[in-house]
């Protein structure tokens, strides 16, 4: 059965400490007592929810029957890849609300409680459709005589969570970059651009809290957990992929978490390396300086005279969404481009070789790697720490000084006083 996908938890069996804290900024669970960006809001959805269990619990059989009748097949089918979602192997075992609930009864969960599930209620907030729908279906969901609960059917035994089932089902699932971070981006949207890569078990939006305002905003990356290897190597073996004009940068997951957790450690050891000289030294404590990684880096050639920065870096944003930084100046034959992310040049010069025009110029792309990234690392890192040395505002020009109009000396006031 292919299960309609939720954002969940991030597995962290190898990631560091750092990976770990922005996996709990990550979309969860959907349960009672979450919201998500792609659903409704949960206060408000559970007071229609609330709502409408005061008519659904006085149905009649006759009314029921005429309820069962009427279900849309489309809706039906739904529904049916919701339910069987929650209670499937793959987000059963790491939803802790519902895993609870299937403990108290036999397994059998109210219907009360599944509809404070968000996207089910979405679908329909009618306890007798629901019921309908899954008695429609093939088996693996079990409803009640009342029609008033669900459950796992008993011939599928419950799932566990492990640290094997954890470590299995990060070996299928690829890290996908490069949707847009506009809000158009939606759990539903995913889900259907997703469906032509083949089954899949999840799709997990990667969100942010930001420090300053604590406004949830999106990365515009995700997590698509396939429903097997071979599917997941199948997808990362694929031709360049776009999503609308933006090409997606693809990795295994594992890979992503082992380069996140080999950063950390390299910043780490830089930032203890410059303590350690700032002491022997006996200087004082300099302005933090984050120096930026390896890997995201391109030189690129083949430009018309005419030329500006600002072509090259609209030219690269507009097929990646992702452009930190473009070192160029008009006239110049080779411009080197920057990438936000660490070891992401090689899926990006997959996906843009061949497929960069800049001012009706095709553009021929090159790794940079070895002596000439150690080259352009040092120019980048020596510009941003003069910039961080500088601190965040320029100095002011000083006024006055006899100009005209100047308020200080020299200036209009003392002239009048002389006069």
């Known amino acids: 059965k292919t299960e309609t996908s939720e954002p969940l938890k991030t597995e962290t069996t190898e990631a560091s400490k750092a990976e770990s804290t922005e996996a709990q ?5 959907e349960s009672p007592v979450k919201t998500t960006p792609e659903t409704v809001t949960e206060s408000s959805e559970k007071g229609k929810v609330e709502e409408s269990n005061g008519t659904q619990n006085g149905h009649t ?12 097949p489309e809706l039906n089918s739904k529904i049916v890849k919701q339910i069987e979602y929650y209670f499937g192997n793959y987000n059963l ?7 609870a609930e299937v403990k108290k009864d036999d397994g059998w969960v109210p219907m009360s409680i599944m509809l404070k599930f968000a996207r089910l209620a979405k679908l329909s907030s009618d306890s007798a459709v629901i019921a309908a729908a899954i008695k429609d279906a093939n088996g693996f969901m079990e409803v009640d005589e009342s029609s008033s609960k669900i459950r796992r059917s008993t011939t599928e035994p419950l ?18 970059k490069g949707f847009p971070k506009d809000g158009s981006i939606t759990l539903d949207v995913l889900l259907e651009y997703f469906k032509k ?13 930001d420090r300053n305002s604590s406004v949830q905003g999106f990365k515009g990356s995700v997590l698509v957990v396939f429903k097997t290897v071979e599917i997941a190597q199948k997808f990362l073996d694929a031709p360049p992929v776009q999503y609308k004009k933006t090409y997606l940068i693809r990795k295994w997951f594992a890979d992503y978490l082992g380069e996140k957790k080999q950063e950390m450690e390299e910043r780490l050891a ?3 390396a410059r303590q350690d000289k700032s002491e022997s030294n006996g200087q004082t404590k300099q302005v933090e300086f984050e120096e930026l990684p390896r890997g995201n880096f391109l030189r690129a050639t083949g430009f018309k005279n005419n030329t500006m920065r600002e072509d090259i870096k609209a030219a690269v944003f507009d097929l990646t969404n992702d452009c930190a930084f473009v070192d160029f100046r008009k006239g110049e034959e080779t411009a080197y481009i920057r990438f936000s992310e660490a070891d992401s040049n090689k899926e990006i010069l997959k996906a843009l070789e061949g497929n960069l025009t800049v001012n009706g110029s095709a553009i021929s792309l090159f790794l940079v790697e070895g002596e000439e990234e150690e080259q352009q ?13 500088a601190g965040p505002y320029p100095k002011k020009r000083k006024m006055g000084g006899g100009g005209y109009g100047g ?13």
Request: proline residues 2%; positive net charge; hydrophobic residues 25%.
């Open 197 to 209: 890569f083949g089954e899949f078990d999840s799709v997990r939006i990667r969100n942010y809290v």
């Open 377 to 389: 690392l040092q120019k980048a890192n020596e510009a941003r720490r003069k910039s961080h040395s």
């Open 93 to 99: 075992p790491r939803d802790k609300f519902l895993s």
């Open 25 to 29: 900024k990550m979309d969860t669970t």
């Open 159 to 176: 799932p566990e969570m492990t640290e094997g089932l954890q470590e299995e089902s990060v070996k299928r699932t690829i890290y996908c």
């Open 61 to 72: 059989e006759e009314n029921k029957a005429s309820v069962e009748a009427a279900v849309d």
């Open 270 to 272: 830089r930032k203890q």
């Open 407 to 419: 308020r200080g000396r020299g200036g209009r006031n003392k002239r009048q006083r002389n006069n």
